[in-house]
Structures are given as structure tokens and as C-alpha cells.
């Protein structure tokens, strides 16, 4: 079964520096992946999405992504963060076997001013 | 367009009732997914509607159902609540999902306590 890890449960980042979030997947087949965030008490927005083509995604609000098919990795990507960026991401994967979105356990980004 | 409504944000019920949510999604989509989040598990998929059928299903017990009305709306039900169904439902409402993801368009969530 697809399995999507986000390793990193929190990860605190001062204001204006970058950013890292990192997501694996497991599949051996072609991959859908898809990164949302859910700002407090609210429901998940989609950042960015990679179907096909080129392996750099770019989203909204600044952020971007890089599909890397030898690592099965897709990290989410920001040069410079903002207080506004505090929420939890979650990386997603669909799963063609099964047609369901697999996703990850939740990263918690907390900007310290 | 107005986004997925969700209602009611939240509930508090006691163990053995049951509960009613509701989703209304994005005029247009006919296809409405259900997720539990929970600090423990995080997001599972529970199941998705596509014309007022259940297309897919996750690994939840039978306490958890569902369906979707003609106009797209979809409501999910739960019964004998137990304490560990405390978490924030969610709905996804997508154009459709069939032959790959469409993208989905979450609602804000129905909070539910069982006390």
C-alpha cells in the first residue's frame, strides 16, 4: 500500500528565513503528490499539486515544491517566511490502486518573530 | 463560488447517539469525499460519493455511513458514538475523481466531541 512520511512533526523557523518541509512516498508506479495546509481551525487549502512535467512546482503564497523520482521525495519549499505561514502541511499522495488520497501525518510550521 | 459548507462546526454528543453531518459542496461537483482527522491518526479517508452512489470506502466500521442527495449534497452518519470518535470531520467536494484526483476543495470541518 502507498504509504506517504513526513518526518518531521514540527518544525520552528524564525521570520524571513527559509524553509524546508519534507515528504517521502512510497510507490513504484506513477505518483499524483499534493501538498495542503490547514491554517488553525480551519479545513485544507492545496498549496500545490505535481501531475506530470516538470519536477519543480510552484503553488501559492511563495511556496513550491520538487518532485524527485530517484528519492521519492517531494518536498515544500519557501525562501522566506512569513508569521502567516504558521499552520500544519500535509503532503498527499493518490494512490491509482485504490483511488484514495493517502496522507501524510502533518508537519506543524511555527514562525517565531 | 461559494466553497464547501459544513454544518454544524461543531457537536457535542454522548457515548451510544448518534450524529448527522451535513456538506454541502462547490456548485458543480459531484463528487464528495468524507476524511476523519484526529491527533492520533491524522487524515483517513472514510468514503466518497459520486452520484448519489458510494464509489469508495475506507477502513472504518459500519457505525460510519453515508450519502449523497441529487443535488450533490451529501450527509454522513454515525452511529452508537464512541469516545474515539472525537475528531474534525471533514468534507472534500471535487468535480470528479474517477481516472485520477481532481483537486479538493475542503470545507472547514465539522468539530465533534463525544463525551
Known amino acids: 500500500a502507498q504509504s506517504v512520511t513526513q518526518l518531521d512533526s514540527q518544525v520552528p523557523v524564525f521570520e524571513e528565513a527559509p524553509v524546508e518541509l519534507r515528504c517521502n512516498y512510497s510507490s513504484s508506479v506513477s505518483v499524483y503528490l499534493f501538498w495542503y495546509v490547514q491554517y488553525p481551525n480551519q479545513g485544507l487549502q492545496l498549496l500545490l499539486k505535481y501531475l506530470s512535467g516538470s519536477t519543480l512546482v510552484k503553488g501559492i503564497n511563495g511556496f513550491e515544491a520538487e518532485f524527485n523520482k530517484s528519492q521519492t521525495s517531494f518536498h515544500l519549499r519557501k525562501p522566506s517566511v512569513h508569521i502567516s505561514d504558521t499552520a500544519e502541511y500535509f503532503c498527499?499522495?493518490?494512490?491509482?490502486?485504490?483511488?484514495?488520497?493517502?496522507f501524510g501525518t502533518g508537519t506543524r510550521l511555527t514562525i517565531i518573530p | 463560488k461559494a466553497g464547501v459548507t459544513q454544518t454544524p462546526r461543531y457537536l457535542i454528543k454522548t457515548r451510544g447517539q448518534q450524529v448527522t453531518l451535513s456538506c454541502s459542496p462547490i456548485s458543480g461537483h459531484r463528487s464528495v469525499s468524507w476524511y476523519q482527522q484526529t491527533p492520533g491518526q491524522g487524515l483517513q479517508f472514510l468514503f466518497e460519493?459520486?452520484?448519489?452512489?458510494?464509489?469508495n470506502k475506507g477502513n472504518f466500521p459500519g457505525r460510519f455511513s453515508g450519502r449523497q442527495f441529487s443535488n450533490s449534497r451529501s450527509e454522513m452518519n454515525v452511529s452508537t458514538l464512541e469516545l474515539g470518535d472525537s475528531a474534525l470531520y471533514l468534507c472534500?467536494?471535487?468535480?470528479?475523481?474517477?481516472?485520477?484526483?481532481?483537486?479538493?476543495?475542503f470545507g472547514p470541518g465539522t468539530r465533534l466531541t463525544v463525551l
Open positions: 472534500a467536494s471535487s468535480l470528479d475523481l474517477a481516472g485520477g484526483p481532481d483537486t479538493q476543495y
Open positions: 498527499a499522495a493518490w494512490n491509482f490502486g485504490n483511488e484514495k488520497l493517502t
Open positions: 460519493y459520486f452520484s448519489e452512489t458510494q464509489r
